[in-house]
């Protein structure tokens, strides 16, 4: 029975799903928004609002904890001394998700998954 689990598959396997969404959460820190699939961008929406919420407390901890999660050194950096100070104030809602439409090629839905100023 699928009652009460409510984590996205994404048609993938656990590994696979969990490359994908810190690749997507990496791209969404270092870019600032970034056009997916709307099922990704729904999935990747939490881990993003997760790790804005982490780099708000400027310590070792955190940077630690945002190391497992994010892929490249200057996201972790970014996060910590741009992004944190940038919503310190804000009590989440860090993202936003804007529908673009419909793929040309198989018509999945295109969303762009951007960081609110």
Not at 38 to 60: M, Q
Not at 89 to 114: C, F, N, S, W
């Amino acid at each position: 029975m699928k009652h009460r689990k409510k984590q996205i598959v994404l048609d993938r396997n656990a590994e696979a799903r969990k490359a994908l969404l810190r690749g997507l959460a990496t791209s969404v820190i270092l870019y600032e928004n970034v056009n997916t699939t709307l099922a990704k961008a729904k999935a990747v929406r939490p881990v993003v609002e997760k790790l804005i919420t982490t780099g708000k407390r400027k310590s070792l901890n955190a940077r630690r904890q945002l190391m497992k999660t994010l892929m490249l050194e200057n996201a972790v950096n970014k996060t910590l001394e741009e992004l944190g100070p940038r919503y310190a104030t804000r009590p989440g809602g860090y993202t936003r998700i804007i529908k673009l439409g419909r793929r040309k090629g198989d018509g999945a839905e295109i969303a762009q998954i951007q960081l609110v100023k």
